[in-house]
């Protein structure tokens, strides 16, 4: 009697995950299904005129990594992402621990989550747009360099490898590194006090607090920041898109997987389009997988 | 039992919000009101309701659909438009008044594709779109005319009403190039685009003593002159073009084959010796490698950019030299113009209609006040100082004394449009060109800033993105 009443109510328990279901497989899984079908295909537009679709099975994959190219931009799109998201998670953790130690006394604790949060709430292309001003040739950046005496002409910031790829680092850093600290601070808070006071008790100094017990406790949220995090990298497209104008200049160095993805959509070519995004999708995949059993080795 | 009855209400509610969802894309969309909204997905949920109505024989009755769509990417037609269309009324940013046929603005502007992104789906949308959807009229630029005008999408000239003797003013090129390989005209232009070497006034009297055409014409009448100069420039701190991209336009109108044989690439020797004469001067400090179009290039509009020419025709002068704000060297009549180095051409913008058109008449009215009828073309010339298609109009003002540019500060520079509109041949343009001179200047201003290592590895760029811009193509 028991037991059939608990199926009962079980069942209501599907019905209502239903909706999720089903937005699932319309959203999700069909389009997943179809982007594996159409990259089987030759289908692009030339012009005005339709070319294909015709079943070209794997000549699509064949074409992409049959060149250097895309293994090139996976590697821009890579280090770009460890670029921003190392300085991300040292400012986060270390702001994070700020704000969850007590002892500290922070003022104004709410404000300034707010003001880190911000930059988040732009629209990435916004932001890009802002920063292609302030670094343009002849923009501010570059004025009050000069005028300070430390350049003698405008240095051109996007017309150097370094410098472009440092700016789309930077920008992403200030965009998530508050997301972040929001994150690895709900954390923190989770913590139960009385283990930081055993270990006052017991006379442990702050850093031997931070690296014994904050960090081991944790880590299931730092492992959750890193995987979000790379998927999120490895799909970088708003910012370097908006930058260089879709072109990832100088010399294709800025020039992400995702943004090549969309270079090829401008002829409609849903088949080459298709093929990159399976490759990509076994990436995620596999770099997923591999950062998730490392960590239940350590355990 | 109520609980569950409250459950079921609480699922099916949460079902119905789901369809909601659903249902909301098929109810109809709002009339493409703004240019902002996207056209094409307007287009492709057209109301049923509105398709119901009797319009499509609207225009075999001579009765002209309520809505005339136009897609450009600019302001520049619709400025013309508004200035010399009689019977032209403004209603707000994007919308106009013929009569009581409401003009609907859809302009995207050309960067990386977009236009042609956009134009491409709206064109092959036509079909299902409801009669007030569909476009009437769209403009065309000379980098990938072709692309359309060998197309079912423009519609004939000829069986839009208007008699070919009519064009007979026009160059001859303006028609060519919107011939298609039937020997059918589809579309006509109000503008003819000779272009000519604009220079400061100021700075060629501080530089080289004088600001008269003919002299500063013999000191550029070639590129080594043109090199020399550019020296003396540097040495007063001037930089003699805003970007390298300047002179792109004359070196490529001076080609001897087309960017593309079919389906293969090729690279013209003029084209190779822009990239090397570019470099050249770019690494002699007299000239710098911004993109066209963006703040860093506009710069030279004003006396502070220090720039002493840029390379472009009428239109440029008119339209895009700042005349209107105050401060720009164009405002002051600043500037002077002359032949420069080689003879040249830029841009254009054509007026196709569309077919299945349900405003022919309104379309071909259009056409022929705004590019044939030779007063209009004329108040065109006094009034914007624009190159306009018409021979005789033209050649008229050209021997007029009292017509003159202020911004070119009272030059009367017809004479050598003229003779540069004789000289203009489109023979060797393709319908790639567009995508492919902007992937090859942006490979080579990357070898420029020393970004590839050779010509070879910049060029080497340059197929990689055309080829995946132009999936057909090869090389």
Redesign the interface.
């Known amino acids: 009697m028991k037991n059939s009443k608990v199926t009962r109510v079980n069942r209501?328990g599907y019905?209502?995950l239903?909706?999720f279901f089903?937005?699932y497989v319309i959203f999700q899984v069909i389009p997943l299904c179809s982007t594996i079908y159409n990259s089987l295909f030759e289908n692009?537009?030339?012009?005005?005129k339709q070319?294909g679709p015709n079943f070209v099975g794997f000549a699509n994959f064949a074409k992409l990594l049959g060149t250097i190219?895309v293994w090139n931009y996976f590697e821009n799109t890579l280090f770009m992402w460890i670029g921003g998201f190392i300085p991300q998670i040292v400012v986060s953790l270390l702001l994070a621990y700020w704000f969850s130690d007590p002892s500290l006394r922070l003022k104004f604790q709410q404000f300034f989550k707010t003001v880190i949060y911000m930059p988040n709430l732009i629209m990435a292309s916004a932001f890009a747009m802002l920063f292609f001003?302030l670094f343009?040739?002849?923009g501010p950046i570059n004025s009050i360099l000069i005028s300070m005496g430390i350049l003698k002409e405008p240095f051109?910031f996007f017309?150097?490898?370094t410098a472009s790829r440092v700016i789309v680092m930077f920008m992403n850093f200030l965009m998530w590194f508050g997301n972040t600290t929001i994150l690895l601070l709900a954390g923190m808070l989770g913590i139960d006090s009385a283990l930081y006071e055993a270990a006052e008790v017991d006379g442990a100094t702050s850093s031997q607090v931070f690296f014994r017990i904050t960090l081991p406790i944790l880590r299931p949220i730092l492992l959750y920041v890193l995987v979000t995090s790379l998927i999120g990298g490895l799909q970088m497209y708003d910012v370097p898109q908006i930058l260089t104008?879709?072109?990832g200049?100088?010399?294709?160095?800025t020039l992400t997987v995702i943004m090549?993805l969309n270079?090829?959509l401008?002829?409609k070519?849903f088949g080459?389009g298709g093929a990159l995004s399976v490759i990509m999708f076994f990436i995620t995949g596999v770099l997923s997988i591999v950062i998730f059993n490392l960590n239940k080795r350590k355990d | 039992m109520k609980k569950k009855v409250l459950?079921v209400l609480l699922?099916a509610a949460?079902?119905a919000s789901?369809l909601a969802g659903c249902g909301q894309a098929a109810a109809p969309a709002a009339p493409a009101a703004d240019a902002g909204s996207d056209a094409s997905e307007a287009e492709a949920e057209a109301p049923a309701a509105e398709a119901e109505t009797p319009a499509a024989d609207t225009a075999a009755s001579g009765e002209g659909g309520k809505v005339l769509n136009i897609a450009a990417w600019n302001e520049e037609f619709k400025t013309r438009l508004t200035d010399h269309y009689p019977g032209y009324e403004v209603v707000d940013g994007t919308h106009g008044k013929i009569g009581d046929v409401t003009v609907n603005w859809l302009i995207t502007p050309n960067?990386?594709?977009a236009y042609q992104?956009r134009l491409?789906e709206i064109?092959?949308g036509q079909e299902s779109a409801s009669q007030d959807d569909k476009l009437d009229m769209f403009l065309v630029e000379a980098d990938y005319a072709l692309?359309?005008v060998d197309?079912e999408?423009a519609a004939s000239v000829e069986g839009l009403g208007i008699n070919l003797d009519e064009t007979k003013d026009q160059y001859q090129y303006t028609k060519d190039i919107m011939t298609d390989s039937n020997g059918v005209l589809k579309g006509v232009s109000w503008q003819g685009c000779p272009g000519v070497m604009i220079y400061q006034r100021a700075v060629a009297k501080e530089v080289f003593g004088t600001d008269e055409p003919e002299e500063i014409q013999k000191l550029f009448a070639d590129w080594n002159k043109f090199n020399e100069s550019a020296d003396k420039l540097k040495e007063k701190g001037y930089l003699t073009t805003a970007s390298v991209a300047d002179t792109w336009r004359v070196y490529q109108n001076n080609v001897s084959k087309p960017f593309v044989d079919g389906t293969t690439i090729q690279i013209d020797d003029n084209i190779k010796k822009w990239a090397e004469d570019s470099k050249d001067l770019y690494d002699r400090k007299c000239t710098?490698?911004?993109?066209q179009w963006?703040?860093?290039w506009n710069?030279g509009f004003y006396p502070e950019g220090k720039v002493f020419c840029y390379f472009g025709p009428a239109w440029l002068i008119d339209f895009c030299m700042a005349a209107d704000t105050e401060g720009s060297i164009a405002h002051d009549g600043g500037w002077a113009a002359t032949e420069g180095p080689q003879g040249f051409f830029w841009g254009g913008t054509w007026i196709c209609g569309c077919e299945g058109t349900d405003n022919a008449d309104l379309v071909a009215d259009i056409m022929r006040k705004m590019t044939m009828d030779p007063a209009v073309m004329k108040d065109i010339v006094l009034k914007d100082n624009d190159f306009v298609n018409n021979r005789p109009v033209m050649e008229e003002l050209a021997n007029d004394t009292s017509y003159q540019n202020a911004v070119l500060g009272g030059q009367n520079a017809l004479k050598m449009f003229c003779a540069g509109a004789d000289k203009i041949d489109m023979s060797n343009l393709t319908?790639y060109d567009q995508?492919l001179l902007g992937d090859y200047q942006?490979s080579m201003?990357?070898w420029m800033?020393?970004?590839?290592a050779s010509y070879e590895d910049a060029l080497e760029?340059f197929y990689?993105?055309a080829e995946?811009?132009?999936?057909?193509l090869t090389h």
């Open positions: 209501w019905i209502f239903i909706p089903l937005t692009y537009r030339s012009g005005l070319i190219d001003t343009a040739d002849q051109k017309a150097s490898v104008n879709g072109k200049d100088p010399a294709k160095s090549y270079q090829h401008t002829s070519n080459m | 459950s699922s949460m079902a789901i960067e990386n594709n992104d491409d064109l092959l692309k359309y197309t999408y710098t490698t911004v993109q963006t703040d860093d710069k319908a995508g942006t201003m990357g800033n020393g970004n590839f760029d990689k993105s995946v811009r132009y999936p057909e």
